[in-house]
C-alpha cells in the first residue's frame, strides 16, 4: 500500500534549523509532485513548498529565503530543510503526493514542527 512517512520534526530554538525528509513507498516516485504543507493550531492547513517530477521549485512568500525543498528520487524521499526559523513556523507538517494528470493524491501522517525558546 502507499505510504508517505515523514521524519524530522522536533523542537528548535528561533533561528535555528531542522530537515523534514518525507519516504515515500508504494508509489511511482519520480512521476509525482511532492509538496509540505504545515498546518497550525487553530489555522488552516497552507501549502509551504512544492517540488515538480523535473525538480521545479516553488514556495509560499512566508518561508522564501528560508526554506528549501528538494527530491531523491533514487531514494524516493522528499525534504525540506529549514532555515532561520521563527516561531511562526510551529505547526504539524505534511508531505504530500500529487500526480495531477490521473488526480491521484497522498497524504503522510504529519511531523511535529515546535519553535520555541
Known amino acids: 500500500q502507499v505510504q508517505l512517512v515523514e521524519s524530522g520534526g522536533g523542537l528548535v530554538q528561533p533561528g535555528g534549523s531542522l530537515r523534514l525528509s518525507c519516504a515515500a513507498s508504494?508509489?511511482?516516485?519520480?512521476?509525482?509532485?511532492m509538496r509540505w504543507y504545515r498546518q497550525a493550531p487553530g489555522k488552516q492547513r497552507e501549502l509551504v513548498a512544492t517540488i515538480s517530477r523535473s525538480s521545479s521549485t516553488d514556495y509560499a512568500a512566508s518561508v522564501k529565503g528560508r526554506f528549501t525543498i528538494s527530491r531523491d528520487n533514487a531514494k524516493n524521499t522528499v525534504y525540506l530543510q529549514m532555515n532561520s526559523l521563527k516561531p511562526e513556523d510551529t505547526a504539524v507538517y505534511y508531505c504530500y503526493s500529487i500526480r495531477i494528470l490521473f488526480g491521484t493524491n497522498y497524504w503522510g501522517q504529519g511531523t511535529q514542527v515546535t519553535v520555541s525558546s
Open positions: 508504494g508509489i511511482n516516485f519520480s512521476f509525482f509532485d
